[in-house]
C-alpha cells in the first residue's frame, strides 16, 4: 500500500527530495526566507559564539520543569515590545506555535472562520481542538462579513503574508470591523513588516524566516498566554527553546533596529522586482510588497523544467507544487532579500522571462 502510494506520487511529479546545499557554492539565493539577509552577520555569529560557550546549546527540559534564563524571558520581553502585546510564550518552531495556541485556547463547542489561503499548521491546530471550521474565500472580506453574520464565530484567523500567493492579509480592516476575538500568523511578516496588536489579537509567529534561526512564539494578552502556559500540553511537554537560540534571536532583533536600511533596501528590492516582472509579462499572483514572488505556472512539468533551467544559470527558486497548493496552480516562489544587487534581480527575470515565454 504505501509503496503503491509513493509510486503514484512520484508518477504524478509530486515527489519531494532534499537536494544537499554546498556552502559558498557561488549560486544566488531566491529560494531561502533569510529576507534581511541577516544568516552570517558577524555581530550575530559573535553573539551565538558567546552564547554557546556560556550555556552549552541546549535548555535540558522544559521550562515548567527546569525553568527557563534571563535570555529566554528577554527575547519574549523584546517580542511583546515589537508587537505591542502584553506577554510572549517561545516555542521549537512556528508550526508548533500554531498548533499550542490553536488546540488550547479552542474547543469542539467553539466556532472559528479562517481564510482559505490559512497555513496548514494553523488548519491542524484547529483540527486537534474539535472546533468548527468554516473558510472564507482568501482575502475576502465581504464574504468574511458574511460568515461572521452567519455564524457568530469565537476567533477569526489570518495571516500579515501568505506564503504561496505573497500578499497581505488585511488585518487593520478585520479588526476595525469585528469584535471577535482575532488570531494572526505573523510568520512571514514578524522582522522587517511592521505590524502592532490590534485589539483582541493573538500573534503567532516564526523566528525562522527573517530573523534566519529557529523556532516560534505566540504572544498577546496576559491572560491568553497564562492560559497557554498553564493548559497547553504543546508547551508543558515540549523541552524549552535552546538558550543559544533565544541570545542570538535577541541579538538578530537588535540588529533589524538598528540597521534599519535593510528594511528600506528589502522594500525597495520587492518594488524593482515587481516593476521589471510587469514590463516583461511575468504573470506575478500579487504586486503588494512582499518579500515572496509568485508566477503560477499551472503546469508541474513546466514548473520543474523552469526551476532546473534557472538552477543551471545559477539562480536557485522554489518549485511548489500540490498539496502545497491547489491542482493546476504549481508555481515558482522567488523570495527577494535586502542583499539582492539590483543586477542580481535584472538578470533572474530576464533569464526567467526567456524560459518562460519560449515555445
Not at 559564539?49 to 535540558?60: E, K, T
Request: with cysteine; aromatic share 6%; hydrophobic share 40%.
Amino acid at each position: 500500500m504505501l509503496i503503491e502510494k509513493l509510486h503514484l506520487h512520484q508518477q504524478n511529479n509530486l515527489h519531494r527530495t532534499r537536494p544537499l546545499r554546498k556552502l559558498n557554492d557561488g549560486a544566488c539565493d531566491f529560494i531561502s526566507s533569510d529576507y534581511l539577509a541577516l544568516s552570517k552577520h558577524p555581530k550575530i555569529i559573535a553573539a551565538y559564539q558567546d552564547a554557546i560557550s556560556h550555556y552549552g546549546f541546549g535548555s535540558l527540559a522544559s521550562p515548567v520543569v527546569s525553568g527557563y534564563y534571563t535570555c529566554h524571558r528577554a527575547l519574549e520581553e523584546k517580542i511583546s515590545e515589537i508587537l505591542n502585546t502584553e506577554k510572549t510564550l517561545l516555542f521549537n518552531a512556528g508550526y508548533l506555535a500554531n498548533l499550542a495556541a490553536l488546540s488550547c485556547i479552542l474547543d469542539e463547542k467553539q466556532i472559528v472562520i479562517a481564510d482559505k489561503q490559512s497555513h496548514i499548521s494553523l488548519l491542524q491546530g484547529i483540527k486537534l481542538s474539535g472546533a468548527k471550521l468554516h473558510r472564507y474565500h482568501h482575502n475576502d472580506l465581504i464574504h468574511l462579513n458574511k460568515l461572521v453574520a452567519k455564524y457568530q464565530p469565537n476567533l477569526i484567523i489570518s495571516q500579515t503574508v501568505f506564503s504561496m500567493d505573497g500578499d497581505k492579509g488585511d488585518i487593520r480592516t478585520i479588526a476595525s470591523s469585528h469584535d471577535t476575538r482575532i488570531l494572526i500568523d505573523d510568520a512571514h511578516g514578524f522582522g522587517w513588516l511592521e505590524t502592532k496588536a490590534p485589539k483582541n489579537t493573538l500573534f503567532t509567529l516564526s523566528l525562522s524566516k527573517t530573523l534566519a534561526a529557529m523556532g516560534g512564539a505566540i504572544s498577546g494578552s496576559v491572560h491568553d498566554i497564562e492560559y497557554i502556559l498553564q493548559f497547553g500540553k504543546a508547551y508543558q511537554y515540549s523541552t524549552g527553546i535552546s538558550p543559544v537560540v533565544a541570545t542570538g534571536v535577541l541579538a538578530t532583533l537588535n540588529i533589524t533596529q538598528e540597521e534599519s536600511w535593510r528594511k528600506q533596501k528589502l522594500i525597495e528590492n520587492i518594488s524593482l522586482f515587481n516593476d521589471l516582472a510587469m514590463q516583461l509579462e511575468l504573470p506575478l499572483v500579487s504586486t503588494d510588497i512582499t518579500p515572496i514572488r509568485a508566477i503560477v505556472i499551472q503546469d508541474i512539468e513546466k514548473t520543474l523544467l523552469l526551476q532546473r533551467q534557472l538552477q543551471e544559470q545559477g539562480f536557485l527558486v522554489s518549485a511548489i507544487r500540490p498539496p502545497s497548493v491547489a491542482p493546476s496552480s504549481s508555481r515558482l516562489r522567488i523570495t527577494v532579500n535586502s542583499a539582492h544587487t539590483e543586477n542580481d534581480i535584472k538578470i533572474l527575470l530576464a533569464k526567467l522571462s526567456e524560459f518562460y515565454h519560449a515555445k
